[in-house]
């Protein structure tokens, strides 16, 4: 599986962003999808992951009711919007793609990476 991530840039504070990742290849083995940062000087954090049927969604606290994660599997696509966007918002945001539907929000559980998106919110 290969994974794709676009819609990165640079926005000022309060401001939306809508990141996207595409899945090719073996897509019917991906159950979970998800998104994970990192700033500089820090380590990789986890964001949000959805499911395939996207009935389950999970946040880390910082972003919950300010993004929202969904997916469009005709597409094999996984967005992130991210509105009212803060400095502290600013990293390097890579999706993710998980075969298990037990996927917690440790990168580790995550089998296919993507390449980064920056994303840069000034104040």
Do not use: H
Request: hydrophobic share 35%; proline share 2%; with cysteine.
């Amino acid at each position: 599986v290969q994974l794709q991530a676009s819609g990165g840039g640079l926005v000022q504070a309060g401001g939306s962003l809508r990141l996207s990742c595409t899945a090719s290849g073996r897509t019917f083995n991906v159950a979970v999808m998800g998104w994970f940062r990192q700033a500089p000087g820090k380590e990789r954090e986890f964001v949000a992951f959805i499911t395939r049927g996207g009935g389950t969604t999970d946040y880390t606290n910082s972003v919950k009711g300010r993004f929202t994660i969904s997916r469009d599997n005709a597409k094999n696509t996984v967005y992130l919007q991210m509105n009212s966007l803060k400095p502290e918002d600013t990293a390097v945001y890579s999706c993710a793609a998980a075969r298990s539907y037990s996927t917690s929000r440790s990168g580790a559980d995550f089998d296919y990476w993507g390449q980064g998106t920056q994303v840069t919110v000034s104040s």
